[in-house]
């Protein structure tokens, strides 16, 4: 079975750029989740969704980081402008109600 | 609020020895309890999971038992290998089922 597919697994642009992370959960799972890790302050969850529908987006750290999910099987995150700060990993994860969830292999984002 | 507290590393041991990675809570209600590993560049993966007092989860040799009058869950493992070599998170899922809250990560570092 395939699991959480996030793309890309890398991205390096320049600050002010605008940046869109995608994230594929698994089939039939009805939450999903975007995470942000960096060393500093480690995982952290920024918002999720169920049923497509955001339910918490307090962690979001400003009016730049935008989410969305139009469909049940697609997700994206996006950042405009860019900047340096926002150097970390994303990780996507989805579940089904009280499972675990599973978590994407990240995407790695350098802003220069 | 909810929130999850582990032991600082990074760890660094010898292989076969024997391995505890603390993690203590706190929650309202009873709350699930997990061990999430991150193996570099990937995301995490389930290790194992509690989901009342008393009991213990257990996967690849290590083992954690919910303790609910130490709000505890340590990670155990009697005799490390280097492919052991990665980050463990603790977590919690509030009762609720609506959300994870994960610890700060703890670096295992396994030596031959």
């Known amino acids: 079975d395939a699991g959480v597919i996030q793309s890309p697994r890398h991205e390096v642009t320049e600050m002010g750029q605008e940046v869109t992370l995608r994230c594929k959960p698994i089939?039939?799972?009805?939450?999903l989740f975007w995470y942000r890790q960096t060393m500093m302050r480690g995982l952290e969850l920024l918002i999720y969704?169920?049923?497509?529908?955001?339910?918490?987006d307090s962690g979001m750290p400003e009016d730049r980081f935008s989410a969305k999910m139009p469909n049940a099987s697609f997700s994206t995150l996006k950042i405009q402008p860019s900047e340096p700060r926002d150097s970390a990993v994303y990780f996507c994860?989805?579940?089904?109600?009280?499972?675990?969830?599973?978590f994407g292999d990240g995407t790695r984002l350098s802003i220069l | 609020g909810n929130s999850v507290t582990q032991m600082e590393g990074p760890v660094t041991l010898s292989e076969e020895a024997f391995l505890t990675i603390n993690c203590t809570y706190t929650?309202?209600?009873?709350?699930?309890l997990f061990w999430y590993v991150q193996y570099p560049g990937e995301g995490l993966q389930l290790l194992l999971k509690?989901?009342?007092?008393?009991d213990k989860g257990s996967n690849k040799g290590f083992e954690a038992t919910y303790r609910k009058e130490t709000t505890s869950f340590h990670l155990e493992k009697g005799s490390v290998q280097v492919s052991d070599s990665a980050v463990y998170f603790c977590?919690?899922?509030?009762?609720?089922?609506?959300?994870?809250?994960f610890g700060p990560g703890t670096r295992l570092s396994v030596l031959p």
């Open positions: 969704f169920n049923n497509n529908v955001p339910i918490d």
């Open positions: 994860a989805s579940r089904i109600p009280n499972q675990p969830q599973h």
């Open positions: 509690a989901t009342k007092a008393d």
């Open positions: 977590a919690l899922r509030d009762n609720y089922g609506q959300n994870f809250v």
């Open positions: 089939s039939g799972h009805n939450s």
């Open positions: 929650a309202t209600g009873y709350p699930s």
